[in-house]
């Protein structure tokens, strides 16, 4: 069963336009993290958020525990915003983490 | 930030081979994870440990060994390799009480 949902799979915008990214999760967690990823590439920690909303620059995400949900906002995106956006919840209590399938996201000029 | 390094960042391995994957963290985390990254599957936990001298299982441990000799370095060790464990292999390293984690630059491995 996947754990973490993530939509939309891939999304094309054009320079300077918002990107919403949503996850949501099968159970109950309070632990949520969003990461980037070039292909390829490292995984960076862009937030940790386990509720409310947290921003950092250009990045707001949004968790709702009780609605098992959360959203990246992504405010005038970037060519170099093109990359993989994955959403990482954590279950259990020994910090293991599992992952979304991550939104491809493609931002043209 | 968290410093977390891999070794090697490629390798070609033939199958029935052994091989080492590498992880050195210098934040002082107790916590360390092995995932690998395939299309279609995501991210997949292979082993963790708590700390020095402890490894636990993950969700797809079979076909690998970890090792936590110290603090700092946590291994993957696959000792009889095969095509299917080709893959990009993640190490992760988070401290005890919270589940933020930091991801080193991967390793792709290419099993023959």
């Known amino acids: 069963e996947q754990q973490v949902q993530q939509s939309p799979a891939s999304l094309v915008l054009q320079e300077a336009e918002n990107a919403e990214l949503q996850c949501s999760f099968s159970?109950?967690?309070?632990?949520v993290q969003w990461f980037y990823q070039r292909p390829g590439g490292r995984l960076v920690s862009l937030l940790y958020?386990?509720?409310g909303t947290k921003q950092s620059g250009r990045l707001t995400s949004t968790t709702v525990i009780k609605e098992r949900r959360s959203s990246l906002h992504i405010s005038s995106s970037q060519i170099t915003d093109s990359g993989t956006y994955l959403c990482?919840?954590?279950?259990?209590?020994?910090?293991?983490?599992?992952f979304g399938d991550g939104t491809q996201l493609v931002v043209k000029p | 930030e968290a410093a977390v390094t891999q070794s090697p960042r490629n390798k070609v391995a033939v199958t029935g081979g052994k091989v080492t994957l590498s992880c050195n963290q210098t934040?002082?985390?107790?916590?360390m994870y092995w995932y690998r990254q395939d299309t279609g599957h995501g991210l997949r936990l292979i082993h963790y440990?708590?700390?020095?001298?402890?490894?636990e299982k993950g969700d797809i441990p079979d076909g690998y060994k970890a090792s936590r000799p110290s603090q700092e370095n946590f291994s993957l060790i696959l000792e009889l390799a095969t095509p299917s464990q080709t893959s990009v292999y993640f190490c992760?390293?988070?401290?005890?009480?919270?589940?933020?984690?930091?991801f080193g630059p991967g390793t792709r491995l290419t099993v023959l």
């Open positions: 159970i109950f967690t309070n632990q």
């Open positions: 934040n002082n985390h107790n916590n």
């Open positions: 958020n386990p509720s």
């Open positions: 992760a390293s988070g401290e005890l009480d919270y589940a933020e984690q930091f």
């Open positions: 440990s708590y700390g020095a001298g402890s490894t």
């Open positions: 990482a919840m954590e279950r259990g209590s020994n910090n293991r983490i599992f």
